[in-house]
C-alpha cells in the first residue's frame, strides 16, 4: 500500500492563480480530510468528506473548493490564491469517523503564494 | 466546543533525559485522545492513543494516561533519545469525524 499520497511536494503560485492539490489513498477509506498547517497554529481543518459525494466545510474554509468523485481521490482547489493561503497542507483519511478512529497523514504540499 | 492546550516549546533536552510535555483538553461527550508526532519534513503518525478515561497509551517508549478528572493527556518518556527529536500534537477526536489539535510543540534532543 502507498498510503495517502500528495502531489506537488512543492507549489510557487502568484496571487489570482488557481491550482489543484491532490491527494490519494489506496485503503477505502470512506473519510478524507485536508489540514493547513502553519507556524503556531497547529493543524486546521478546511474540508473534509464521509464518502463519495458527501463533503463538508471544516474550520478555515474560505477560498478552497473541493469534491469527492470516487472514495480514493480527494482534490483541493485554490480558486483565487492569496498569500494567506501560504502554508503548508496535509491530506489524511482514515477507515471510521468517530472518536477512536487514526487518521493517515500524506507527507505534505507546500504552498508559497507571492 | 472542543480544544486542546499543550506546551509551549520549543523543549531541548539532553539524551536520556526525562520528557513531559503537558496536554490538557475542552469537550463534550467522550472523546478519543491522541498523540502525533511530525519528523522534520514528514507528515503526521500516529504515535499513540487512549479512547476512554484511565486507558494508557504507549509506544516506542512514550506514555500518556487519558485522565478524566484533570482533562490531561500528558505525554511522557523516561529516556530521550537524538532521533526523538520532532514535532509533537496533541489531539481530540470527538463524535464527529474531525480531530482538534494543539498548536504543537517542538522537541529537541542533543547527543
Known sequence: NAGVTQTPKFQVLKTGQSMTLQCAQDMNHEYMSWYRQDPGMGLRLIHYSVGAGITDQGEVPNGYNVSRSTTEDFPLRLLSAAPSQTSVYFCASSYEGGPGHEQFFGPGTRLTVL | ?111
Open chain 2, 1 to 111: 466546543g472542543n480544544s486542546v492546550t499543550q506546551m509551549e516549546g520549543p523543549v531541548t533536552l539532553s539524551e536520556e533525559a526525562f520528557l513531559t510535555i503537558n496536554c490538557t483538553y475542552t469537550a463534550t461527550g467522550y472523546p478519543s485522545l491522541f498523540w502525533y508526532v511530525q519528523y522534520p519534513g514528514e507528515g503526521l503518525q500516529l504515535l499513540l492513543k487512549a479512547t476512554k478515561a484511565d486507558d494508557k497509551g504507549s509506544n516506542k517508549g512514550f506514555e500518556a494516561t487519558y485522565r478524566k478528572e484533570t482533562t490531561s493527556f500528558h505525554l511522557e518518556k523516561g529516556s530521550v533519545q537524538v532521533s526523538d527529536s520532532a514535532v509533537y500534537f496533541c489531539a481530540l477526536g470527538g463524535s464527529n469525524y474531525k480531530l482538534t489539535f494543539g498548536k504543537g510543540t517542538l522537541l529537541t534532543v542533543n547527543p
